[in-house]
């Protein structure tokens, strides 16, 4: 089975990120304020540090993607938590809609050629769908925290209409 890209399928990587994202911004517009800093038992993270790192993972993927130098990855033992101040619905909201909108028009400048072509990254040789995959994943994975902290808040509801 070949993985190369087609004229046809041009679209998919962009496509698949700007699907996803379209549906984590709903996600976070059903969540009620209080969502955005509770802290469930001392060891989850607020939907805000969710937001904040998801953030940080497009903003740096986008940096390697164009062929900038990307900034040192925050290290450490613990998950990545949002900065103070960093907490409120909309500032929340409005942040990842800056950074979703940034990374999906930066892949819709790229041709199918540039798309398929070999980037270097701290990892190896890869290529700029596969970095599209990549993010694509990671907000699936992140929705499905904010999913899952919509019902411990008692909301059952499909938020994706």
Not at 7 to 32: I, M
Request: some cysteine; hydrophobic content about 40%.
């Amino acid at each position: 089975m070949s993985t190369t890209l087609t004229t046809e399928s041009k679209t998919v990587p962009a496509k698949s990120l700007r699907g996803a994202c379209n549906l984590f911004l709903k996600d976070l517009q059903a969540l009620p304020e209080e969502a955005f800093k509770k802290d469930f038992g001392g060891k989850t993270r607020t939907v805000a540090d969710i937001v904040y790192e998801v953030n940080l993972v497009n903003d740096h993927v986008g940096m390697v993607i164009r062929g900038e130098e990307p900034f040192v990855w925050p290290e450490g033992a613990a998950w990545i938590k949002a900065p103070e101040g960093f907490g409120a619905k909309d500032d929340v909201i409005a942040a990842f809609q800056k950074s979703s909108e940034k990374i999906i028009s930066t892949v819709d400048a790229y041709s199918v050629e540039e798309l398929e072509a070999p980037l270097q990254t701290e990892d190896g040789e890869t290529n700029r769908a596969e970095r599209c995959r990549f993010m694509t994943l990671h907000v699936w994975y992140h929705g499905g925290q904010l999913n899952f902290i919509q019902t411990l808040l008692g909301d059952d509801a499909w938020h994706w209409k």
